[in-house]
């Protein structure tokens, strides 16, 4: 990728924050630049082995993709962009077909992700090529088997075609994403030796546990690229307790927002290569691209405070090990997949997606979720989530 085309002047800058009403964010910007002639650049990170650079914030692609947004965040070079065969039934990927069709000189720039739920060698070949005509690319760099739960689901006839993909040159690099049983599924992936890259929910609220650190080394150590997502860990920083007034007081003294504080405190780690997140407007673009140019470090007390508030809030926020929780119930519920959609619709209010996501889920699994009895997965819950109450709510509202 050309890091060249990732640099803006700072008047530029200035002038689309301008516009986007973002004063506030761009104390830190200020302080980067010594001269009005000053060019800043989007930090980039090594993905692993595979020899290419990616940069740190990375364009998410599950909502609506608007064709000025991917031209601003090609702009400022966050020119990871991730989408998925499934995204807006095949509209994510159409977007960004409809973007190349008119700047096919940015092809070689986007480091394009996307992604097949297909669990059958023919159903992946049969995305892949789709996703490539919607794209009208005729490669991806990085293609992922989507949501697994279990290393288990990637066999040897997955390997092999992966192989063989990559040696057909429709896609560069392999690997998959998680958002359950992430960290058992990272540690098998590096005994595996033919994973490419890793896409995970990682966050301040997961990045201390010891199983998750594990995880991330063992990635590291094997050569493997990660991507870190769902970086918020839910919603923003409420103002209701001790800790949380606090917080908030030291980010706005530094010019940050919470969320800008959250992307930094994963950045921090250095094996992580990208953080992957949707932007659905141009000032949470701005604000993003701000904190990743942005070369104000946390400092420890920040970060023992967003520790302190992650363990305060821990029963908001479902750390996806599915494997301690569903084995409890004796039923196919899905607690870790309802938990996310309950995320988007209590954290990120869009209920509409949280709602779509649900009503996938059999009619006949949702009828019984409401009346089961989650007493031992409660027990079990590490995170102390009020499993049963929640479900209900799911049940009742999506
Ligand atoms: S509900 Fe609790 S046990 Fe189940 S996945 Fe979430 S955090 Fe883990």
Not at 379 to 385: A, G, L, S
């Amino acid at each position: 990728m050309d890091s060249k085309n990732h640099n803006w002047s700072r008047r530029d800058f200035l002038r689309a924050a301008g516009a986007a009403g973002l004063g506030s964010i761009i104390a830190p910007i200020d302080l980067l630049a010594e001269s009005s002639n000053e060019l800043v650049a989007m930090p980039t990170r090594p993905f692993g082995r595979t020899g290419v650079r990616v940069p740190i914030l990375g364009f998410g692609g599950s909502l609506d993709l608007d064709q000025l947004m991917l031209r601003q965040a090609a702009k400022w070079g966050a020119t990871y962009w991730d989408t998925a065969s499934s995204y807006m039934g095949g509209n994510s990927e159409k977007r960004i077909g409809k973007y190349l069709g008119k700047y096919p000189e940015d092809r070689n720039n986007i480091f394009i992700v996307t992604k097949s739920h297909a669990w059958t060698v023919n159903g992946l070949t049969r995305d892949l090529n789709k996703s490539l005509e919607r794209m009208k690319t005729d490669y991806v760099d990085l293609f992922f088997v989507h949501s697994v739960r279990s290393i288990n689901e990637l066999d040897g006839d997955i390997k092999a075609w992966s192989e063989k993909t990559k040696a057909g040159g429709k896609i560069k690099f392999f690997g998959f994403s998680t958002h359950s049983n992430m960290e058992e599924c990272m540690l098998g992936a590096a005994k595996l030796g033919w994973i490419d890259g890793i896409m995970m929910s990682y966050n301040f609220r997961l990045m201390h546990s010891d199983r998750m650190k594990r995880a991330v080394d063992a990635c590291a150590r094997a050569g493997i690229g990660l991507t870190a997502m769902k970086t918020q860990g839910g919603g923003s920083v409420k103002t209701s307790s001790e800790t949380e007034l606090e917080l908030a007081g030291r980010f706005l003294q530094k010019g940050f927002t919470d969320g800008q504080a959250k992307l930094k405190a994963v950045w921090e780690n250095p094996h992580i290569a990208c953080i992957c997140t949707e932007m659905p407007n141009t000032t949470i673009l701005m604000s993003n691209v701000a904190a990743a140019i942005n070369r104000t470090k946390l400092s420890s007390h920040d970060k023992k405070l967003l520790h302190k508030y992650a363990q305060e809030t821990r029963s908001d926020y479902c750390a996806g090990c599915t494997d301690l929780c569903e084995s409890a119930t004796n039923s196919i519920a899905p607690i870790g997949d309802v938990m996310r959609y309950l995320m988007y619709s209590r954290s990120y209010g869009d209920r509409d997606r949280a709602a779509e996501f649900f009503k996938r889920i059999p009619q006949r699994v949702r009828a019984e979720m409401a009346n089961l009895d989650y007493t031992i997965a409660e027990q079990k819950c590490p995170q102390k989530m009020a499993i049963g109450k929640l479900m209900r709510e799911a049940v009742g509202t999506l």
